[in-house]
């Protein structure tokens, strides 16, 4: 700890570029600030929420005193300092938004990648709002659900969510609950609403059916029918858009070997077993069993496609041939040295590998490049509008 600690503060900023995770870079007296709610260009008036003992702070935008052109009224008033902690970037038009994503991707491949690339973000259909059909709800001491403030346990109560797709949240939303209880809503393809409940009883973590259970998604041509809470594309237009890049840019062909990593239940496995059809094969590789045996039912059809449960890091070390086309969709902390170089040695022509962080992506990509693959094609997509993320898509060969 160093210095004194600024929590509280009110400092005055001038706001420079924003960084991966969101919030902008500003500096005062040698320190570094983060700053929430605030644009590139602005200068603000912000709180100090938090002071990392003389390395960095965070600080909350509390004041405007000259405002970005690209600043708008949030269309949720509760997408505001103190209040939800849902939506970080209300504040600016979803164009700019994208602007943003596009500077937070270029400026990770550049520091962690060596690569100059400029990218654009591209909107997928059907706007800012009404997109999201997965929301965790908590219940607040009055058992009102609502969302919980930014890096805080306070619940904020809501009257419905701007960003969720409309009508999702109004049962969850008009119950009372037992304070603390968490509700996970999620709304499917056929616009059927699934809830449940989670609660931590004597530690253990506990869930409990409310409404509906198995989901109905439509994408790559076929209808899924999955766990409602498994995993499955948050924006309802994301699985056909991502499954229809992967189509153009893995483009294996009859008879060949693929593999898809961190498989879901199947998604791209779909695509790929098209493409190699029943003369070729397609690995998916997936550790949730419960995906795994959605998968397998989804994928009945396909007997080219078969399914290896476990982490993807240990299954690559008993998988054997060459595959021409790999498909990578890891979770957020990306796929990591051990798969990567593992991929590479399986030495595929094409890797296509979709990614929900673009730091964890640039990482990555830069292991590819020491094992002789490099970036050919980088497609990004604001599949979480009115937040900081950024889904990308990037084509790596040989
Ligand atoms: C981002 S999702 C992608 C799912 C699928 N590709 C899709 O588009 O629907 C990541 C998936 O990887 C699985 N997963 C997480 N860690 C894993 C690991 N170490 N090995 C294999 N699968 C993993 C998760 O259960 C999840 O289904």
């Known amino acids: 700890m160093t210095g004194q600690d600024w929590t509280g503060r009110i400092l005055e900023l001038e706001v420079g570029p924003v960084a991966h995770g969101g919030h902008c870079v500003s500096r005062v007296d040698g320190r570094v600030v983060f700053v929430r709610h605030a644009l590139p260009g602005e200068l603000v008036r912000a709180e100090v929420t938090e002071d990392k003992g003389g390395s960095f702070c965070r600080a909350d935008a509390v004041e405007v005193l000259r405002a970005a052109p690209e600043r708008v009224d949030p269309p949720c008033p509760l997408a ?84 969720a797709v409309p009508g999702a949240l109004d049962r969850a939303l008009s119950w009372k609950w037992r304070p603390g209880t968490e509700i996970e809503v999620t709304s499917d393809g056929d616009g059927h609403v699934h809830a449940r409940e989670l609660a931590t009883v004597r530690g253990k973590r506990r869930a409990r059916q409310l409404a509906g259970g198995e989901a109905v998604q439509h994408a790559a041509g076929r209808d899924w029918r999955l766990q409602a809470h498994g995993f499955w594309q948050v924006h309802p ?51 949730g069993q419960r995906a795994v045996s959605d998968g397998e039912r989804n994928l009945a059809d396909l007997p080219q496609v078969s ?19 790999v498909v990578l969709d890891p979770p957020r902390s990306g796929a990591g040295r051990e798969v990567v170089q593992a991929v590479a040695a399986a030495s595929p022509q094409r890797v296509v590998y979709v990614a929900c962080d673009p730091a964890a992506l640039a990482r990555d990509v830069a292991t590819f490049g020491e094992s002789g693959y490099r970036l050919e094609r980088l497609r990004a997509f604001d599949a979480f509008p009115m937040t900081h993320h950024v889904e990308c898509v990037a084509l790596l060969v040989r």
């Open 307 to 325: 399914w290896r449960a476990g982490r993807t890091e240990h299954v690559l070390r008993s998988l054997s041939g060459k595959p021409e086309v």
């Open 237 to 287: 237009a994301a699985a056909e858009t991502f499954a229809s890049v992967v189509r153009e840019w893995a483009r294996a062909s009859p008879g060949e070997l693929a593999w898809d990593l961190y498989a879901g239940v199947g998604l791209f496995a779909s695509v790929l077993a098209a493409q190699v059809g029943v003369t070729g094969h397609v690995v998916a590789v997936e550790s």
């Open 80 to 163: 505001v300092p103190g209040q939800c902690g849902g939506c970080d970037w209300q504040h600016a038009t979803p164009e700019f938004q994208r602007e943003l994503k596009g500077r937070v991707v270029a400026e990770q491949l550049q520091r962690l990648a060596g690569l100059d690339w400029p990218v654009e973000v591209e909107a997928l259909p059907g706007g800012a709002l009404g997109w999201r059909s997965r929301v965790r709800l908590v219940a607040g001491p009055d058992g009102r659900a609502g969302l919980r403030a930014h890096r805080s346990h306070r619940v904020v109560a809501l009257e419905n969510c701007p960003i």
